[in-house]
């Protein structure tokens, strides 16, 4: 018999220190060098990792198709989303079967009165219109032909209808190009926007368009005026943020009167505006910045008098909304709407000529607040003031597309864990809530096939941390069930509850899947995110790790079977529950990984490092945040010790997250965990932080992902039901 094929052994990178003294501490980074990605070593061993880590779930193939097939058997290909109305024309989005990327479409409305939104055939084909009249605005699979990766930065239609600006990235670093297309003939104008972040906002006349640039560090730092004719090099610099800590961005009112000007830091925000009826004021400053004072703006029109609605929180840390005359306005005069409540997170309002609807969370659920503006009213011009209910435990409900000022319906969003996105109109005038579609999962999906719950575990300081789970009805009943636990806990940012197609392979296959909602995200108010930040940034770990614990303590599943997984600033919490409770859990997936976190924040020329200060802090001015940053690093702690299984997923062409942190990881992992072999890197040679661009690409990279997580769980061999 022939010998066996040698197991594959793990790229070893080579140890070329690096020394640095700061605050009394000599630093040794011994993998610094792998930061140049330009060098043919760096790319080397980055090829090298992916072999390895494609020779060592080689066994995982048969199971990476199968999961795959299941998406894609599960998904509608050739599919209409609900159409949109904006000003004349119903607006919606197409795919279609076999293509990356689809189109999107447009038909005029035909009844101005009618605000039901058409209805297309079913499984239209795609060489023939969904709806009469049908006008093809972008064929994204054209614009990606020829490119390894696309993505649509934005598109933005004229005020009038005719011209369409749309903003593209081919390269994956967030850096687009604006172009303009004449709906009227289909040709492209000479307009070109180069380096702009995301797209462009037009004027209510069509004649500029508003867009944003970044610095070196990656910093959205200037908003230029661009006139339609004219070069790039003429356009007009409108604003310029010169605070490394603030980031800029533009947009429209509504109402189309108002150009909006934001510059908002972590902490600070501060408004300008252009007034299409008062040109010649200028851009206008609504209220100067003060540090720590948030606020946001808002145009409305109350008992027939135009307004701003001021969102802050000035009067308390959950936010209020305010009101304020259409000039410059100090905070102290901003009247209040809705007081300040403990507990009640106002997060966004949305104003309409009838009414105003508010986006809020309390207790860990995302709510929609409607406030109408006619019939009775009282002293402040509010009528009627009422949630959107919903029957189900864990839910998330959002205001979706809505563009119309005048508009009575209010498009939202719903979903639950089990229950497939929703789309709903809610008619105002005669409070009636019509489903208009939920996102078709095929092969007989039943959501009452599952169960879902909301849980609560108990942090190391009494805290009360919740969780949403999802499994099949009945998986726990036999016993303790693999469980794909993930976590964010950060920047405020709430992991709501939501539909997967991709997780029936998990759910199917008799896991469960949960979300611990931590500390440092926003589920749980203002309070929750101040709790989770700077010096009280252990607390995301620590409620992480006590997640996992209730899970383990209250039966649902075992140590060795639950599997922990999270991204970007999910990724560095991975990082640090590897570190801290490394027996806890089977395996770990750390998608575009924040794990070297301290040399980040060390070096202000880094792609946003100057604005992350206010969440995470400076560790290179102040020792004590130095002290407490190198506490917590995943990089600067690892230990030899046995970890769990580590799969490590980044880009290449990352700019938010750079490659070099998850790559000197795994080389650190490797060097000093008893186990370094187990631990994967894969790199994605032509992507962003977003990963892969095109649907199926993206159904094949969470299919790897899926598969590895299911072969920690032992469920590798096992049939979905």
């Not at 004449?182 to 972040?197: P, Q």
């Not at 999962?441 to 009360?464: F, I």
């Not at 490797?670 to 370094?676: K, T």
Request: charged share 25%; with cysteine; net charge negative.
């Amino acid at each position: 018999m022939p010998d066996a094929d040698p197991a594959p052994r793990p790229p070893v990178a080579d140890r070329r220190p690096t020394t640095r003294e700061i605050h009394g501490h000599v630093r040794t980074d011994d993998y610094e060098w792998l930061r140049d990605k330009e060098d043919p070593e760096v790319r080397a061993h980055l090829e090298a990792e992916n072999a390895y880590t494609q020779a060592r779930t080689a066994h995982l193939a048969d199971l990476r198709q199968a999961i795959f097939d299941g998406i894609k058997a599960r998904t509608r290909e050739t599919d209409l989303s609900v159409p949109t109305r904006s000003r004349g024309h119903w607006y919606y989005g197409r795919s279609f079967e076999g293509r990356e990327y689809g189109a999107s479409c447009r038909v005029p409305v035909a009844d101005p009165d009618d605000w039901t939104p058409p209805r297309p055939a079913e499984d239209c084909a795609p060489d023939q219109p969904a709806l009469p009249g049908e006008q093809v605005l972008l064929d994204l699979d054209a614009l990606a032909e020829g490119h390894e990766f696309f993505s649509l930065g934005g598109s933005s239609v004229s005020p009038d209808g005719n011209l369409l600006a749309y903003a593209t990235d081919t390269v994956g670093d967030e850096r687009y190009t604006i172009r303009v297309k004449d709906l009227t003939t289909g040709e492209l104008r000479e307009d070109e926007i180069t380096g702009a972040l995301g797209g462009g906002t037009w004027d209510r006349a069509g004649e500029h368009l508003y867009y944003t640039t970044v610095d070196e560090s990656w910093r959205a730092d200037k908003v230029w005026r661009h006139r339609l004719g004219t070069a790039q090099a003429d356009d007009e610099l409108v604003h310029h943020e010169t605070d490394g800590r603030f980031f800029v961005g533009v947009g429209r009112s509504r109402t189309d009167r108002f150009i909006v000007v934001v510059s908002g830091s972590k902490v600070t925000s501060e408004y300008r505006y252009l007034d299409a009826e008062h040109p010649e004021l200028g851009l206008q400053l609504f209220s100067p910045r003060r540090e720590g004072l948030e606020y946001s703006i808002d145009h409305a029109v109350i008992g027939g008098e135009d307004c701003f609605l001021v969102l802050h929180n000035h009067a308390g840390p959950d936010f209020e909304l305010g009101r304020a005359p259409v000039s410059p306005t100090p905070p102290e005069e901003w009247t209040p709407l809705l007081a300040h409540t403990s507990g009640v997170r106002l997060e966004d309002v949305d104003a309409f000529a009838g009414h105003l609807v508010v986006h809020q969370r309390s207790e860990g659920l995302t709510q929609l607040r409607i406030i109408e503006l006619g019939g009775e009213v009282d002293e402040r011009g509010l009528g009627e003031d009422y949630l959107v209910e919903f029957d189900d435990e864990v839910y998330t409900v959002g205001s979706g597309s809505n563009p119309g000022f005048g508009q009575p319906t209010v498009r939202l969003g719903y979903t639950t864990m089990a229950k497939p996105a929703s789309v709903y109109d809610y008619d105002v005038r005669t409070r009636e809530l019509t489903l208009l579609r939920q996102t078709p999962v095929l092969g007989g999906y039943d959501p009452d096939d599952y169960e879902e719950h909301r849980l609560w575990a108990t942090a190391d300081d009494g805290e009360r941390v919740p969780i949403s789970l999802v499994a099949r009805k009945g998986a726990a009943d036999a016993g303790p069930v693999p469980v794909l636990l993930y976590g964010y806990g950060a920047y405020e940012v709430s992991i709501d509850p939501y539909f997967s197609v991709a997780r029936l392979a998990l759910l199917d296959r008799g896991a469960a899947f949960a979300i611990a909602h931590v500390r440092g995200g926003g589920e749980m108010g203002r309070r929750w995110y101040e709790g989770g930040k700077l010096y009280a940034k252990q607390n995301t770990f620590s409620d992480f790790i006590a997640c996992a614990r209730h899970l383990v303590e209250t039966g649902w599943t075992r140590p060795e079977v639950l599997v922990a997984e999270g991204g970007s600033a999910g990724g560095l919490l991975m990082g640090a529950v590897a570190n801290q409770a490394p027996d806890l859990f089977g395996g770990v997936v750390a998608a575009v990984p924040f794990v070297d976190a301290l040399t980040s924040m060390l070096d202000a020329s880094l792609p946003l490092t100057v604005t992350e200060y206010d969440e995470w802090g400076n560790p290179e001015d102040d020792p004590a945040v130095y002290d407490y940053m190198a506490s917590y690093s995943p990089y600067d702690n690892v230990a030899e010790q046995r970890y769990p299984a580590i799969l490590a997923e980044t880009s290449l062409n990352d700019t938010r997250v750079l490659y070099v942190e998850p790559a000197k990881w795994v080389a650190r992992l490797r060097e000093r965990a008893v186990n370094g072999a187990d631990v994967l890197l894969r790199t994605e040679m032509s992507a962003g932080h977003g990963g892969v661009s095109g649907r199926y690409k993206a159904w094949h990279d969470r299919a790897f992902s899926l598969a590895w997580i299911l072969d920690r769980m032992g469920l590798a061999e096992t049939e979905p039901s």
